[in-house]
């Protein structure tokens, strides 16, 4: 059984920076970020894969955060740059077992979800 813990959301400015964390119990095949806002669904931010030498993007997160993985400590990180008004959300660490995780369509079979954290950014 996989367990996730997410910590280190909380409030910046437009423009600042925040590292989200997640401590990961369990065998994983795939960890990602994914957020939500009310009202709308959740979407996948960034995940890694193949024992974090692949990682893939949605496009709102390219060129400004970055998923990483310490294997030593069992933690999965999201630094996260030069932040907007439009990535408040609720930020959800999440995993997969199946190797499908890792496919185009995969962000599907994250099953695995954290308890959340909020990121509010102010303009």
């Known amino acids: 059984q996989v367990q996730l813990v997410e910590s280190g959301g909380g409030s910046v400015q437009a423009g600042g920076s925040l590292t989200l964390s997640c401590a990961v119990s369990g065998y994983t095949f795939c960890m990602g970020w994914f957020r939500q806002v009310p009202g709308k669904e959740r979407e996948g931010v960034a995940r890694?894969?193949?024992?974090?030498?692949?990682?893939d993007y949605n496009e709102s997160a390219k060129g400004r955060f970055t998923i990483s993985q310490n294997n030593a400590e069992n933690l999965l990180y999201l630094q996260m740059n030069n932040l907007k008004p439009e990535d408040t959300a609720m930020y959800y660490c999440a995993a997969s077992h199946r190797t499908g995780c890792a496919d185009a369509q995969g962000w599907r079979f994250f099953t695995y979800w954290g308890q959340g954290t909020q990121v509010t950014v102010s303009s």
């Open positions: 890694i894969y193949y024992h974090g030498r692949n990682t």
